[in-house]
């Protein structure tokens, strides 16, 4: 955990400079990895970022909700086509 959390830790001052649009996936009952120091940390600090908290969900959301996530994804994509 402690590799991790200085993993994390290192990466975060960069997020400011993503210049994709970022969707940052997590479940508020993660265990693994804090939502908050690190999905919410880069929906926040990315300029173009954004944050998808799934309730109840642990540390792999793709498989709770596959159907919910692919539909967030596909309109991150649409949102950036739009913009273009």
Same mark, same amino acid.
């Given at each position: 955990? *402690? ?8 990466? &975060? ?9 970022? %969707? &940052?996936?997590?479940?508020? *009952?993660?265990?693994?990895? !804090?939502? &908050?120091?690190? !999905? *919410? +940390?880069? @929906?926040?600090? +990315?300029?173009?970022?954004?944050? %998808?908290? %799934? ?8 498989? @709770?909700?596959?159907? %919910? ?5 596909? +309109?991150?994509? @649409? ?6």
């Amino acid at each position: 955990m *402690a590799v991790a959390f200085d993993f994390l830790a290192d990466q &975060a001052p960069r997020y400011r400079e993503l210049e994709v649009p970022v %969707l &940052a996936i997590a479940g508020d *009952a993660d265990t693994i990895v !804090s939502p &908050a120091i690190h !999905s *919410a +940390a880069m @929906a926040r600090d +990315a300029p173009q970022g954004r944050l %998808l908290l %799934l309730p109840g969900v642990g540390h792999m959301p793709q498989h @709770a909700a596959p159907g %919910l996530i692919a539909a967030a994804i596909d +309109a991150m994509f @649409a949102a950036a086509r739009a913009r273009r």
